[in-house]
């Protein structure tokens, strides 16, 4: 037992040492036999409710119990129709995911995060496919990009020699690529 449900409402927060003394002077603590005649009390209460229940139950009627039944069945089937519902509404998200990209195992995620109101999960998720989605078209934009016009040098070439007649021409970039390729060959 701690001393904020000992005191109950006479607990504040941030109480000095002297006004919890004062709030502890009138409380008294009930003694173990006490205790245990107040338990013995409260299981006698128990057991009379459930010979009570007991009783209630078997003068119950044929059709009292049916009509119980029959709301257990309908409580059931509630229940089993809300699952099917937000079943097929998490398998329709996922199926618009799935068209915009999503990989799958993405596509379910986020469908069960809309479907549950999640929506934390579901703006972390579309932020996951957004940079999954730029790193592959990254990845094919460089795929499709040719290298710079004239930078096929033949084997034996002057890296340097290139270098320095394309930037005489004014060719910037590929004065820039034959001084790296030259640089690697230097081992730098």
């Known amino acids: 037992m701690d001393i904020k449900s000992l005191l109950g409402d006479a607990y504040k927060d941030e109480m000095t040492a002297a006004e919890l003394a004062e709030a ?52 059931q089937l509630a229940a089993r129709v809300k699952e099917l519902e937000e ?5 329709s998200y996922t199926n618009k ?9 993405l596509a379910k995620e986020t469908a069960s995060a809309l479907a549950k109101g999640e929506m ?7 932020a996951k496919f957004i940079a999954l989605k730029e790193k592959s078209i990254r990845t094919a934009v460089l795929a499709e990009t040719p290298p710079p016009s004239g930078s096929e040098a033949q084997d ?3 890296y340097q020699s290139l270098a320095a007649e394309a930037f005489n021409k004014g060719e910037i970039a590929q004065g820039a690529y034959y001084t790296r390729l030259a640089s690697q060959e230097k081992g730098d």
Not at 87 to 91: K, L, N
Not at 97 to 105: K, N, T
Request: a negative charge.
């Open 120 to 126: 934390d999960k579901v703006f972390e998720n579309q």
């Open 24 to 75: 502890l002077e009138g409380i008294t603590i009930p003694d173990a036999a006490e205790v245990a005649k107040l338990k013995k009390a409260v299981s006698e209460s128990n057991a009379e409710a459930a010979k009570y229940r007991r009783e209630l139950k078997a003068r119950m009627s044929e059709e009292e119990a049916a009509k119980v039944q029959q709301e257990e069945e309908k409580r």
């Open 156 to 158: 034996g070439a002057n």
């Open 87 to 91: 079943r097929e509404t998490i398998t």
């Open 97 to 105: 995911y799935l068209a915009q990209g999503y990989d799958e195992v």
